[in-house]
């Protein structure tokens, strides 16, 4: 089998060759993404693989059909940038649902505790030998009530994670699930209340309709001051210059974003050499505290590994059986 892959990667290269070898199933990879414009590059092959900043509307999907493509494989979790409601029932849309929950929560935690104890600050000090303390007071996390807005793989590990370091979790998921609360230190709440009694929220549930903009003027309004926002499931939970302007008015106590609403035509790309045209995103990273990772959550050996091996798992389900347990939509 034949599959183009779109926005690829030089890490993703290694995993999906051995696994796609093992399965006699040959990659073409393309660095750019699938688009209106790209589409035309799928042809003569059976499948695409993509990955979030891909746009699969509903003319690329037409598109792909018309080519004659069987199967679209994302590389990822999420599929908000599939138009589910017009590709179901025409193409077969897999994913990867689960690949490694810990390298996301762990992203998170890791970016939470570099920014309360400063040390984004204090690595560039030091490389300048200079061990000033001055401005570096973090706070303990031990005793602190964070606020968890979806309770799947990914929240329940940084739940916890966040046992771990003694905290209060209150948490909120339209779809409560059992075995999450947990005494005194876990309980679902309502957003509200969330919102009103957390130092710090986190959020990992996908983004819909619902959840569009979930952090935004009147969220961060109800939130106690010096909240601090960590974001590594989709920007555009995020109200980027609702949270800039919480930032500026100090109600927001730092932020830690690993994915922006605006992110598809910047992030895992090299833009050192360009004037950044987003004003937002340029005046948060200005900020000194807010810190900015591109996408990267993901982005551990295990990740990768598991990425591949499903992907090749689901295109050969489909191709064989003509189904996949991985499926987006059903036929
Ligand atoms: P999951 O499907 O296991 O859990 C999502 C949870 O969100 C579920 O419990 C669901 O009931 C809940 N939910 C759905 N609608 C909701 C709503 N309106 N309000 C509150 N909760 C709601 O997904 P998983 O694996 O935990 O991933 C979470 C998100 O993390 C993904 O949707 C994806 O956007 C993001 N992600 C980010 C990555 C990165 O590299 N930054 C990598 C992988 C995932």
Redesign the pocket.
């Known amino acids: 089998m034949k599959i183009a892959f779109f926005d690829a990667k030089p890490y993703d290269k290694a995993s999906f060759d051995k696994y796609g070898a093992e399965k006699g199933i040959k990659f073409k990879y393309y660095e750019t993404k699938l688009n209106e414009d790209t589409v035309d590059l799928a042809k003569g092959y059976d499948g695409v693989c993509v990955f979030v900043n891909d746009t699969v509307n509903k003319t690329v999907i037409d598109r792909l059909i018309e080519l004659d493509i069987k199967i679209l494989a994302l590389r990822?979790?999420?599929f908000n940038n599939v138009d589910t409601k017009h590709a179901c029932g025409k193409i077969h849309v897999v994913r990867v649902p689960?690949y490694s929950?810990y390298a996301?929560a762990e992203h998170t935690i890791a970016l939470l505790l570099t920014s309360i104890r400063r040390i984004h600050k204090a690595y560039i000090r030091s490389r300048d030998f200079n061990f000033s303390l001055s401005n570096l007071t973090g706070f303990d996390l031990h005793g602190k009530t964070v606020g968890v807005?979806?309770?799947?793989?990914?929240?329940r590990v940084f739940i916890d994670i966040c046992k771990g370091f003694g905290m209060k979790v209150l948490a909120?998921?339209?779809?409560p699930?059992q075995g999450v609360e947990d005494g005194d230190k876990v309980k679902y709440a309502s957003l509200e209340e969330l919102f009103s009694e957390s130092d710090i929220i986190s959020l990992?549930?996908?983004?819909?309709e619902?959840?569009y903009h979930i952090i935004d003027e009147n969220a961060l309004e109800k939130c106690k001051k010096g909240v601090v926002i960590l974001n590594?499931?989709?920007g555009a939970l995020v109200d980027a210059e609702a949270l800039l302007a919480g930032i500026k008015s100090r109600k927001v106590g730092a932020a830690c974003l690993?994915?922006y609403e605006e992110e598809s035509d910047l992030f895992f790309e090299d833009n050192s050499g360009h004037i950044l045209e987003d004003d937002v995103l340029a005046r948060l990273i200005s900020m000194p505290n807010v810190i900015v990772t591109s996408?990267q959550?993901?982005l551990t050996e295990e990740a990768l590994e598991n990425i591949a091996e499903t992907t090749v798992r689901n295109i050969i389900d489909i191709a064989e059986k003509g189904e996949s347990e991985n499926e987006v939509c059903f036929h």
Do not use: M
Not at 149 to 155: E, L, N, S, V
Not at 204 to 208: I, N, R, S
């Open positions: 990822c979790a999420g689960a929950p996301v807005i979806g309770t799947g793989r990914i929240g909120y998921d339209k779809f699930a990992h549930c996908p983004l819909t619902d959840t590594t499931s989709r690993d994915v996408h959550a993901f």
